[in-house]
């Protein structure tokens, strides 16, 4: 089992940048898919991008193609999202997870543990 502990919200104006962590507990981080996932308000979570166990495959949301980058730290259990050019429209409660598999996943379907999520909040 793994507890996932997202930081790094906040409130950013559009065209700025944030950058996300998520910190795993458990010594087993480097065998799990990892993926970061948005909710925004009165929508269903929505796929944001996702990295495999290694860290060799990763995909993207079009719609954050380009601007966001996925990367993960093994040795220091640690997901990151760097988020660029940020609009209003990524505003949502970000989440990271973890799926067993260790692959890179789009699907909420495939993740086994979800952190509490960071609001990220972006002005226009």
């Known amino acids: 089992q793994v507890q996932l502990v997202e930081s790094g919200g906040g409130l950013v104006q559009a065209g700025g940048s944030l950058r996300l962590s998520c910190s795993a507990s458990?010594?087993?981080?480097?065998?799990?898919?990892m993926g970061w996932f948005r909710q925004a308000p009165g929508k269903g979570r929505e796929f944001v991008a996702a990295?495999?166990?290694?860290?060799?495959?990763?995909y993207y949301a079009d719609s954050v193609k380009g601007r966001f980058t996925i990367s993960r730290d093994n040795a220091k259990t640690t997901l990151y999202l760097q988020m660029s050019s940020l609009k209003p429209e990524d505003t949502a409660v970000y989440y990271c997870?973890?799926?067993?598999?260790?692959?890179?996943?789009?699907?909420?379907?495939?993740?086994?543990?979800w952190g509490q999520g960071t609001q990220v909040t972006v002005s226009s």
């Open positions: 458990g010594r087993t981080f480097s065998s799990y898919g």
């Open positions: 990295i495999s166990y290694s860290g060799r495959n990763t």
């Open positions: 997870a973890a799926g067993n598999y260790g692959w890179a996943s789009t699907r909420v379907t495939d993740y086994n543990y």
